[in-house]
Nanobody
Framework: QLQLVESGGGVVQPGGSLRLSCAAS????????VGWFRQSPGKEREGVSA????????YVHSSLKGRFTISKDNAKNTVYLEMNSLKRGDTGEYYC?????????????????????WGQGTQVSVSS
């Protein structure tokens, strides 16, 4: 079965950190672009970050740079999203997604419609 599984979400205080993981099973991510998106109630799904597994080319949304970092481990078939200095506005469901293309920011890596495999999501709640 081909699937993406997110983990690492939880409840954290403002200023805290979380590390999300996205593990693929049933297929190899080597030729994929893996993205992270998030969605909070009443809002559209928005792009957070993406990475091209082949060459490590990465993009983090401009509003999140300096706080969020994306990384990959091809051997583990896994992508990570390190989130620091979390704010209440970061609360939401975080989704991992993948497509077997090399997507860059200028070619649409932050548009959810460009991806065709999605995980079930992991909840991140930033609250005191």
């Amino acid at each position: 079965q081909l699937q993406l599984v997110e983990s690492g979400g939880g409840v954290v205080q403002p200023g805290g950190s979380l590390r999300l993981s996205c593990a693929a099973s049933g297929f190899t991510l080597d030729d994929y672009t893996v993205g992270w998106f998030r969605q909070s109630p009443g809002k559209e799904r928005e792009g957070v970050s993406a990475i091209v597994m082949k060459d490590g080319g990465a993009y983090v949304h401009s509003s999140l740079k300096g706080r969020f970092t994306i990384s990959k481990d091809n051997a583990k078939n896994t992508v990570y999203l390190e989130m620091n200095s979390l704010k209440r506005g970061d609360t939401g469901e975080y989704y991992c997604t993948a497509v077997d293309l090399s997507l860059r920011y200028y070619s649409g890596s932050m548009y959810p419609s460009n991806y065709d495999r999605w995980g079930q999501g992991t909840q991140v709640s930033v609250s005191s």
